[in-house]
Structures are given as C-alpha cells and as structure tokens.
C-alpha cells in the first residue's frame, strides 16, 4: 500500500453476483456525484485486466485501480472508492489508523455477503455484461 494514492478517479471491480455488493455498490454511485469511479462486474472477461489482477484474485475481493496505478484489495479498496467518491482523502485516513479492525470486518462481510440483505445481482440483471447469454 503506498503512503498516498491519487484519489482524483480510478476502476473498482466487484462481484456482480453478490446482492450485497450491489446495495454498497448503489450508495457509492450516490456519493460519486462527478462520475469518477468506473465500476466493472468481476465476472466481465476483461475485468482483471482493468485492475491488475487475477480472475482469482477479483473472485476473492473487491479491487481497486487508482488514476495513478496504485492497487488494493479488500477494505482498503473499499476506502479508496469512498475517498475518490467523497473527494477527500478521510476515508484512507482512518483506514491506515484502522486497517487490521476494518480487513477483519471486510473478511466477515466477504464470508457472508450472501447471508446479508441486498439487490438483485449485477449479472442478473445485465448478464451481458458478466459474459453471459440471458
């Protein structure tokens, strides 16, 4: 993790098959008011190439590509996201003050995102957009 990320736009690759993911996902397109995070389904083909990472690596967590190139996972990526949608850099902030308490919440949320209310999934919705025939 470098000590500052460009927080000015960057690419945030989530699980289009996760309802939970989804309702995170609409509060952020809420706060993002000048359209500065590009969001893509992990399930799109290219999608690990967007952020730097593996099919894996996208099925395991959220990830994060920064305008500057810098990447992260998991909470961290989440932060990234809120500061570049807030325009301000407190969200990574108090994650660097909090970053063992916020991954262990991420791990617990990740582990039972399907237990958790949400919104029809990405890929339900535009499978299309997943690489998927409706």
């Known amino acids: 993790m470098?000590?500052?990320?460009?927080l000015t736009a960057g690419t945030?690759?989530?699980?289009?098959?996760?309802?939970?993911?989804?309702r995170a996902l609409g509060w952020l397109r809420v706060l993002d008011r000048d359209s500065r995070i590009t969001t893509v389904p992990a399930q799109r083909p290219d999608a690990p190439t967007l952020v730097d990472a593996t099919a894996e690596q996208c099925r395991a967590s959220v990830r994060w590509k920064g305008a500057d190139g810098s990447t992260a996972a998991g909470a961290e990526a989440a932060n990234a996201a809120l500061s570049v949608a807030l325009g301000t850099d407190l969200p990574m902030r108090l994650y660097r003050r909090t970053q063992n308490l916020q991954e262990t919440c991420y791990e617990w949320i990740s582990r039972n995102r399907g237990q958790l209310p949400g919104l029809t999934p990405w890929c339900r919705r535009y499978p299309g957009d997943c690489g998927r025939v409706s």
């Open 2 to 6: 470098p000590d500052r990320m460009n």
């Open 12 to 22: 945030l690759v989530f699980d289009g098959d996760c309802g939970f993911c989804m």
